[in-house]
């Protein structure tokens, strides 16, 4: 199964940041999908645990983050969801893949908090 997080191994909230880029000129047609998000997705990550969720842009750069409280179950009902993978599937035409290694998003480390 495919490890969707960095491995953080205590039960405790987990602020997760994650940068990744869009494809040129698709920054208005990716916020218009996010403007229309589906009811089902939004279930989907409600249901997975996923809270706080927020997506940031600049120029063609994106920050997402949000927080979850067991990494095992977010990624139990991500990865066996129908919608999800239809989501991310349709986040594909907008979303930029390295070329050589197909990756898409860089899992951030936080270097500050303060509550």
Not at 33 to 60: C, F, T
Not at 78 to 89: T, V
Request: aromatic fraction near 16%; avoid cysteine; charged fraction near 35%.
């Amino acid at each position: 199964m495919k490890k969707l997080f960095k491995n953080q191994e205590d039960k405790s909230l987990k602020r997760i940041g994650i940068f990744f880029k869009l494809k040129d000129n698709k920054a208005e047609e990716y916020k218009k999908a996010h403007d229309e998000i589906w009811i089902e997705m939004r279930s989907v990550l409600q249901s997975a645990g996923i809270k706080n969720y927020s997506i940031w842009r600049e120029n063609n750069m994106l920050f997402a983050y949000y927080e979850i409280e067991d990494e095992k179950i977010t990624e139990k009902i991500l990865l066996e969801s129908e919608i999800y993978q239809k989501w991310r599937k349709k986040m594909e035409g907008y979303i930029y893949s390295d070329p050589v290694t197909g990756q898409k998003e860089w899992f951030m480390e936080m270097v500050f908090f303060q509550e």
